[in-house]
């Protein structure tokens, strides 16, 4: 254990010497591997606050709900039974009842319906609910809406879904973006490893041939290569995280104008944490991959 | 401890650099190993640190069949033997001590463990003082005690030397000689494939001549 403790310590400094050996070289290549990763990132993070100033515009539409009303001869106590029954639902977020005087007060305000509204012999509106989903899919929303509908006293359900669907397919062309840069610039990261590693390599050819010569076993030899290139990947990682954190810092005053444009007070997030460390791991796992298919290329006998 | 049997190399197209060699070598003993050049020396030991495999018949090192070991096995017979190459083969990027320290780290020794035992190797062929040198600011003799050094660090039971004394002048040559009498003679096994046998002639218990490949009579 302690002899295999050593051995990887040994591989690890060693690959970090080498890093530090040729501080140029070593730039360029985390520079590259940077900029490559932070594309994805970026679009991962601008896809979250796409997703938040969608819901933050003001517009009662960019949050999907569903509106439910009831019929006209309803009383109190059926819509006190209605009202429990929407906040039992798993997927009701949040309940909000509008009682029908309340709808002909907000009515009577708005300009010029005033009158009409007086004309009437009696409240046309009836006792109406909107209820916030917790989960926003089109598929959940419209199963929560055929339920609600088949419920007694519930005259129409209405729900936005144009729009909920809308949204749904801005996202998955999002994420699917973000996919497949992520996939194309993961191969560029392998690619740029496959080359250095190569390079090490042949620099360290004299000291391979010894090695083996004295008794090293191919692990011996490939371990630091494998140290180097996820070392390598996994500080290009980082590179792309600082990219994308000054990104944030650039972008975040023009989004504010926007933002105050649109009445809201939307603030750019950056990279969730969450984002942030599936970026460094997806980052060395790549600089390994791209040192394992080079020693397999370089270092055959 | 060592033996060939029948053993041929063949290098294409046709050319035997061995052909037919059978001779053994018992352990405590130092052997030399002469003839002229491309005559096989370096072949025959390369064979036995499996750095090439025979065409034909068996090498055998205590009993185990080099020629036929499998790939992974390899590294563990390299620990087993110490090599001094031709060309000595030194890192010219780190010095004396990191040179010879590097068995060592290949096996996996503890690192305090391992800096005695590099000590005690260069002091035996009287570099201790030196060990900070990068072979390049060592002189010739010093280098091909260095190299005996690095074969010599893990205290093995069988040391092959090409031509250990090549190159050198001859009071240099006498001292590296005298480095391997030394561990003759407490109980080295020793192949050295030379063309001055007079400066282990003391020693030898054998000497096995080859000529284009082939075995000539060997004289005890």
Same mark, same amino acid.
């Given at each position: 254990m302690n002899a295999w403790l050593t051995q990887h310590g040994k591989a690890l400094t060693w690959a970090l010497r080498r890093l530090t050996a040729a501080p140029v070289?070593?730039?360029? +290549?985390?520079?590259? @591997?940077?900029?490559?990763?932070?594309?994805?990132?970026?679009?991962?993070?601008?896809?979250?606050?796409?997703?938040?100033?969608?819901?933050?515009?003001?517009?009662?539409?960019?949050?999907?709900?569903?509106?439910?009303?009831?019929?006209?001869n309803a009383d109190r106590k059926a819509a006190d039974g209605i009202a429990a029954r929407l906040r039992n639902l798993a997927n009701a977020k949040d309940v909000r009842f509008v009682s029908r005087d309340d709808a002909l007060k907000r009515m009577q305000a708005g300009e010029g319906l005033a009158e009409v509204i007086a004309a009437l012999p009696k409240n046309p509106f009836p006792d109406?609910?909107?209820?916030?989903?917790?989960?926003?899919?089109?598929?959940?929303?419209?199963?929560?809406?055929?339920? @609600? *509908?088949?419920w007694a006293?519930?005259?129409?359900?209405?729900?936005?879904?144009?729009?909920?669907?809308?949204?749904d397919a801005m996202l998955r062309l999002g994420r699917t973006g973000v996919a497949l840069l992520t996939l194309l610039l993961g191969l560029g990261l392998v690619a740029i490893t496959f080359t250095t590693i190569r390079l090490q390599i042949l620099s360290q050819r004299a000291e391979i041939e010894v090695s083996r010569l004295l008794g090293a076993a191919e692990s011996f030899i490939r371990r630091p290569y494998y140290y180097f290139g996820a070392l390598?990947?996994?500080?290009?990682?980082?590179?792309?995280?600082? @990219?994308?954190?000054?990104?944030?810092?650039?972008? +975040?005053?023009?989004v504010a104008e926007v933002a105050l444009l649109y009445n809201t007070s939307v603030t750019l997030t950056p990279l969730a944490a969450l984002d942030a460390m599936l970026l460094l791991v997806l980052a060395g796992g790549l600089g390994w991959l791209g040192a394992a298919l080079s020693l397999g290329q370089h270092t055959q006998v | 401890m060592i033996r060939f049997e029948h053993v041929t190399r063949r290098y294409p197209p046709g050319i035997d650099a061995l052909a037919n060699v059978s001779f053994s070598i018992e352990s405590g003993e130092l052997v030399l190993l002469g003839g002229h050049s491309g005559a096989g020396k370096t072949t025959l030991l390369k064979l036995l640190a499996a750095i090439e495999r025979p065409s034909g018949?068996?090498?055998?090192?205590?009993?185990?069949?080099?020629?036929?070991?499998?790939?992974?096995?390899?590294p563990y017979l390299r620990r087993k033997l110490g090599l001094v190459f031709q060309d000595q083969k030194l890192l010219f990027d780190r010095n004396a001590f990191e040179n010879v320290m590097l068995p060592l780290a290949i096996a996996g020794f503890a690192p305090k463990d391992a800096a005695k035992r590099v000590r005690a190797a260069l002091d035996k062929v009287g570099l201790l003082?030196?060990?900070?040198?990068?072979?390049?600011?060592?002189?010739?003799?010093?280098?091909?005690?260095?190299?005996?050094?690095?074969?010599?660090? *893990?205290?093995?039971?069988?040391?092959?030397?090409?031509?250990?004394?090549?190159?050198?002048?001859?009071?240099?040559?006498?001292?590296?000689?005298?480095?391997?009498?030394?561990?003759?003679?407490?109980?080295?096994?020793?192949?050295?494939?030379?063309?001055?046998?007079?400066?282990?002639?003391?020693?030898?218990?054998?000497?096995?001549?080859?000529?284009?490949?082939?075995?000539?009579?060997?004289?005890?």
């Open positions: 070289n070593t730039l360029l +290549s985390l520079l590259a @591997i940077g900029v490559a990763l932070a594309l994805p990132a970026g679009g991962q993070m601008l896809l979250g606050n796409a997703l938040q100033f969608a819901r933050s515009t003001g517009n009662d539409n960019a949050t999907p709900q569903i509106s439910l009303f009831l019929s006209l109406a609910f909107v209820v916030k989903p917790r989960d926003e899919s089109p598929a959940a929303i419209e199963k929560m809406r055929d339920e @609600i *509908s088949r006293k519930v005259e129409h359900v209405q729900l936005d879904s144009t729009w909920v669907r809308r949204l390598q990947g996994l500080a290009g990682g980082a590179v792309a995280w600082l @990219i994308v954190m000054g990104m944030t810092g650039v972008l +975040s005053g023009p | 018949g068996t090498v055998l090192i205590n009993g185990q069949n080099v020629g036929a070991m499998k790939r992974a096995g390899i003082a030196r060990e900070k040198a990068m072979p390049i600011a060592l002189s010739g003799g010093e280098q091909q005690r260095l190299a005996i050094a690095r074969a010599v660090v *893990s205290r093995p039971a069988i040391l092959l030397a090409d031509e250990p004394t090549a190159h050198l002048d001859p009071e240099t040559a006498k001292d590296v000689a005298a480095i391997f009498h030394g561990f003759h003679q407490v109980g080295v096994t020793i192949l050295i494939a030379t063309y001055d046998d007079e400066l282990f002639a003391a020693s030898a218990s054998q000497r096995l001549i080859l000529n284009h490949g082939r075995m000539e009579s060997a004289p005890a």
